[in-house]
């Protein structure tokens, strides 16, 4: 109950396209959504994040798009870029002993083809 | 503004060898703080997770320990480093009263020999 499963593993795609990764949970006590963008060596980075009160959350050429009654989220990532290639990771936090604990997705290694 | 730092950046250890990774933060105070490993190709596991000074969480057994001897600083440690202990560390930082959003370190990566 406390996973998270995205998918695709990976995903290739042309510059231009709209690739688009999915995750779903089982927790409804879940209660903030990040997505995290990751270059090799380098730590993950807040891309962008969406509560379950909101069915979108649009931030430049990025936008979750979420499904409370499905418990399902997603990334768009629009206009897609050679430089958007990276592994993107969803997550699913939860509110405990005072903090918030955060479960991850297996990730999704995205690359834009030029 | 907020930033974190993480050292070293990389290190290579023999089997049987202790372990001290260290974590801090700047520009924050009463930060809650993480660490993750993230195992080659793979996602990010939750090891400890800390609200305060002395006060650490841990989320899977195993050979490692963390401490919290500041506000803002975090380390993790082992006395004897297994080969399964090869991954890269994440620490990460979360503001006392943010909306939820954690932002994460540099990262250090460890090769266990």
Same mark, same amino acid.
């Given at each position: ?17 709209? /690739? ?8 409804? %006590?879940?209660?903030?959504? /990040?997505?995290?963008?990751?270059? /090799?060596?380098?730590?993950? %980075? ?5 509560? /379950? ?32 290639? %990276?592994?993107?990771?969803? %997550? ?23 | ?33 993480? &660490? ?56 990460? &930082? ?20």
């Amino acid at each position: 109950q406390q996973q998270v499963k995205q998918s695709p593993q990976s995903l290739i795609v042309q510059k231009g396209g709209i /690739p688009i990764i999915n995750c779903a949970y089982e927790n409804t %006590a879940f209660d903030y959504f /990040p997505w995290y963008q990751q270059f /090799p060596g380098k730590g993950p %980075a807040l891309l962008i994040a969406i509560r /379950p009160d909101v069915s979108e959350k649009k931030e430049g050429r990025f936008t979750i798009s979420f499904n409370k009654s499905a418990k399902q989220f997603s990334l768009h990532i629009m206009d897609s870029q050679p430089g958007d290639s %990276a592994t993107y990771f969803c %997550a699913a936090s939860i509110t405990t002993s005072g903090t918030y604990k955060y479960i991850f997705g297996t990730g999704t290694r995205l690359k834009v083809l030029a | 503004s907020q930033t974190i730092h993480q050292w070293p950046a990389t290190l290579v250890q023999p089997v049987g060898s202790p372990l001290s990774l260290e974590c801090t933060v700047e520009g924050t105070s009463n930060p809650n703080l993480y &660490w993750y490993r993230q195992a080659a190709g793979r996602g990010l596991q939750l090891l400890f997770y800390s609200v305060g000074i002395g006060q650490i969480s841990s989320e899977v057994p195993q050979n490692l320990s963390a401490s919290r001897p500041q506000d803002r600083q975090f380390i993790l440690s082992s006395k004897k480093l297994l080969l399964s202990d090869s991954g890269f560390y994440l620490c990460a &930082w979360r503001g006392p009263s943010g909306a939820g959003e954690q932002y994460f370190g540099p990262g250090t990566r460890l090769t266990v020999t």
